[in-house]
């Protein structure tokens, strides 16, 4: 039970004054300002709201002053909260005065979120095109598609992106100021044929590792997998990319403590020695029956695996 009091009653009504305040706001800043209905910009999100990752997550986290609020976007504005406690920042004021508590939330939602470069190049896509920015094909000519001002993007094979923006004053010949960056981390890959015979009743995962992947901060913790997978149609035949990702831990790669012995400490090789368990040989029972014709790909893999 919460006792009401008066106190309460009034900061709730102020809050309902702000929401109706920043809709009528921007219900008329719609109606004056927006020239067509088929205009790019008024179709757009809030800059400070897409950079602070506020869709879809919870309004308990999403604290917005009301300044702010009236520059929301009418969708936007039902998905942050309106009452900002004293002392609590307004997380979109934090975004414009670039404050290092805006991005650390969103990154590591970010990092959870998108474990793999596929994940990743498909999260920035979404953003684009909230943005505004529009997708070019890597298979055509972009003769007469590239304008001054205008905002595009292109990807390829799903695991890189380029992202550009032209000025408005843009001439041919001018130059051009560019960011790079890489989107690949520091990860163990799948083999080709990831099935390993059982040792000691613990069934392994072959797993290769990329970029010094298997080193001492991958033992002893929680392990799954992401990634994407190609399907095929059995009706039409065709093809097509899924991305997977599990959010529940499914491998470990166990050490000897370190009064066992040297154990991993000493030298060793990651390929053989650091490999993933998935499971007890005793725990799979049926799982041994053949899953698919010889030769096929679900007859490489640890019947365990699939079944996750």
Known sequence: MTQVTPAMLSARASSLSLRQQALSSSALLNNNNAPAPQSAESKQSSKSFILSDMKGRDTRDNRVCASCIAKLAPEEVGQVNWHLEAG??????????????????????????????????????????????????????????????????????GSSLIAFKVG?????????????????ALTA???????????????????????????????????????????RDEESGKTSTKL???????????????????GMMGENNKETQAVPIIGLESSQGAAAKVLGPAGSFVNTQPPRLLYY
């Open 168 to 184: 408005k004053a843009y001439q041919p010949g001018n130059g051009v100021a560019m960011i790079g960056g890489h989107i690949d």
């Open 244 to 262: 997977v990702k599990l959010d529940w831990p499914i491998a470990r790669i166990p050490t000897l403590a370190p009064h066992f012995g040297v």
């Open 189 to 231: 890959k799948l083999k080709p044929v990831s099935t390993k015979p059982v040792k000691a009743g613990f069934v392994q995962l072959g797993v290769a590792p990329y970029a010094g992947a298997l080193n001492a901060t991958w033992w002893d913790r929680d392990l799954s997998i992401g990634g994407r997978v190609v399907v």
């Open 88 to 157: 609590q920042a307004c997380r979109l004021c934090q975004v414009e005065k670039l404050e290092p508590e805006a991005f650390t939330k969103p990154f590591c939602d970010f990092l959870q979120e998108n474990p793999t470069i596929f994940h990743t190049v498909e999260y920035f896509e979404k953003k684009l095109k909230e943005l505004g920015y529009e997708h070019l094909s890597p298979r055509d000519s972009w003769a007469g598609k590239i304008q001054p001002g205008g905002k595009y993007w292109v990807t390829r094979n």
